[in-house]
């Protein structure tokens, strides 16, 4: 299961930081990811990060923007937002799957398994 949370009303230039706790079978390893939703749009690819943290993957977009991290100990994925435009404006899911790999990371929604129920964040000009 995954909780997300962290998304809120924020103004352009403004940062946020979105958590994903997960529970259940979390003692193999896994791969997590974020991706979003804007309204009218397809879901999207934000990033992702391995295991041990020591790969990770952002969309163009974001780069530069954006830092992916995961604490293991707590079973908890964060993304924080920084210089946030009014693009990003979207529905933020987290994405988690099991993997063979601790370096595995992929940036297609179809690869994970499980998803979490999405937490809102509304960048206003």
């Known amino acids: 299961q995954l909780q997300a949370s962290g998304g809120g009303l924020v103004q352009v230039g403004g940062s946020l930081r979105l958590s994903c706790a997960a529970s259940g079978r979390t003692s193999d390893t896994y791969n997590m990811g974020w991706f979003r939703q804007a309204p009218g749009k397809e879901r999207e690819f934000v990033s992702t990060i391995s295991w041990r943290g020591d790969f990770t993957k952002y969309a163009a977009s974001v780069k530069g923007r954006f830092a992916i991290s995961r604490d293991n100990a707590r079973n908890t994925l964060y993304l924080r937002m920084n210089s946030l435009k009014p693009e990003d404006t979207a529905v933020y899911y987290c994405?988690?799957?099991?993997?063979?790999?601790?370096?595995?990371?992929?940036?297609?929604?179809?690869?994970?398994?499980?998803w979490g129920q999405g937490t809102l964040v509304t960048v206003s000009s």
């Open positions: 994405a988690f799957r099991y993997v063979g790999s601790v370096h595995s990371i992929s940036k297609f929604a179809s690869d994970y398994d499980y």
